[in-house]
Every structure is written in structure tokens, then in C-alpha cells.
DNA sequence: TTGCATTAGATGCGGGTGCATGTATTGTTC
DNA sequence: GAACAATACATGCACCCGCATCTAATGCAA
């Protein structure tokens, strides 16, 4: 339990170091900012801010921030929504999946050499 | 690979995010402050403030500052040390003492919560 | 001893986060 | 349909973090 927790806060630590550092030299994205455009690419449909918030794990607050910095770098696009004017749309763009798929091996390269000493825990 | 990391972020989103409510609104504590006060009693003795940077995931500028937090709440002493002039000592108090005490079944339970589907994992 | 690289810890700074709140829109109840 | 609660997202704010840098003390070499 306790021993867990250490993993986690340990691993949390340097993986989110490291990532910070890789993707942001290499990449010109932040963690947070990776995630938000993996799950565009993964769901590959147009999301509701609040979907996301389901996904990434990030209060509503700096989801929305992130997603305005993406905007701002034109990785993707805010629209409004029809049926719920309220709503707001991400939409990725061309760019953004090149940048994804740009930092997708360098995330990749980061995990694997945290989680290299780690069995296989999680499916 | 991927999945662990998604396992390390959500539990520690999670976690974070409980503990930093619970300790704080039950103890005045944050996470940080608290693991470091963990720290010092799990060991039992005056240690050098780069003693704890290894154990604690912080930087060592953040672990200053919350040394300096924890010292002014009178939960730890500062002290030089005489071999390295340098170097500074941290002691807790007695009040650091109990106000661990205190929060330690708060943070149990807050992990216990959190970690109570994940089968033991890491020893 | 003097000079210089190294180390311990503190601090200025910029940036990201969560909480509380604000604004606009929707649903609901009378 | 008017008033009011609820929801979606944005924003002000305070806080914490890491990086770069500063100061002071140490070690080492000439």
C-alpha cells in the first residue's frame, strides 16, 4: 500500500521530468499538452472539453488553459457546438497530429526507459 | 508500457489531489511537507537537507522552501553543522512529532481509498 | 597561501495547477 | 414565458514546482 505509493510518487517524478525535458526540448510540448493531442489522435473525432477532462487527468481549469495553448500554437481548433452553444468542440488539426506524431517515439523512448525495470503490472 | 503509465497518472492525480485536501484541510499539511515529516521520523535523527533530497521526489529548491514552511510552523529546526559549515541540519520538534502522528491515518486512509482495487504490486 | 573548481543550500523567476468564481446558455418549475 | 437552478467553459488568484543563479564554504593544486 505505502510501497505502492512510493512506486508511483517515484516514477510519477522522474517520468514527468523527463518527459517535461525530451518533449519540450525536442518537441516544443508540455506533458500535459502531449496528452491532450494523444487523445485527439486516439479518439480521432472532434471532442468536447468535458470528454477530455474524462481522459486526461487534469481539473476543468488547466484543461482549458492547455487547450488554449494548443489553439495558440495551431496544433488545434476550438469551434462552437450546435446542439449546445455552451459546449466548445477541439477539433486537431494537420499540424497537430504531425507534432503528435513527431513526439510519439520520443514519449515512447521516455517510458520505456522508466518503466524499464518494472514487470508488466498494468493491462 | 503505456498502460502502467497510465496507471502511475491516474492514481497519482488521484491521490495528490485527496491527500492535498485531507492533509490540508484536517492538518494544515501539504503533501510535500508532510512526506517530508514522514521522512524524518521514519529515520529518527537530525538529517542533512540532502539526506532528504534523495528520499523526497523534489527538487532540492523545493525541498528548501519546504523546509523553510515547515520551520516556521515550528515543525522542524534548522541547524548548521559544525563539520561542513555549509551543510544544515534538520530536526523535528516534538510538535512536528505529533502533528505527524495526527495525519498519519488521515494519509493511510486517503491511500488506502485510492489503492484499494490495485492488488499488491510493488513490495 | 593563493587561486580556482566544486558543493550545500537559498532565492528570483517563469510557468503550470487547482479552487473559487464569472459569464453565457440550458433546463425546469410554476 | 419568467424566474431560478444547473451546466459548460473561461479567468483571477494563490500556491507550488523546477531551472538558473547566487552566496558561502570546502577541497585541491600550484
Known amino acids: 500500500m ?15 521530468c523527463m ?11 508540455g506533458p ?13 473525432r ?3 472539453i468535458q470528454e477530455l477532462c474524462d481522459e486526461v487527468h487534469l481539473s476543468q481549469s488547466a484543461l482549458s488553459r492547455v487547450v488554449a495553448r494548443l ?9 462552437a457546438c450546435d446542439s449546445d ?4 468542440f477541439v477539433c486537431i488539426t494537420e499540424e497537430g497530429r504531425a507534432r503528435h506524431a513527431a513526439a510519439l517515439p520520443t ?3 521516455v517510458l520505456a526507459e522508466i518503466f524499464d525495470d518494472t514487470p508488466v503490472l498494468i493491462a
Open 85 to 88: 452553444r455552451r459546449g466548445v
Open 107 to 109: 514519449q515512447r523512448a
Open 32 to 44: 500535459s499538452e502531449f496528452e491532450v493531442l494523444d487523445q485527439m489522435v486516439h479518439h480521432d
Open 71 to 79: 489553439e495558440k500554437a495551431a496544433l488545434v481548433s476550438r469551434g
Open 19 to 29: 518527459l517535461e525535458r525530451e518533449l519540450g526540448d525536442k518537441h516544443g510540448l
Open 2 to 16: 505505502v510501497g505502492t505509493w512510493h512506486y508511483v510518487l517515484a516514477k510519477h517524478a522522474k517520468a514527468m
Open 46 to 48: 472532434k471532442l468536447r
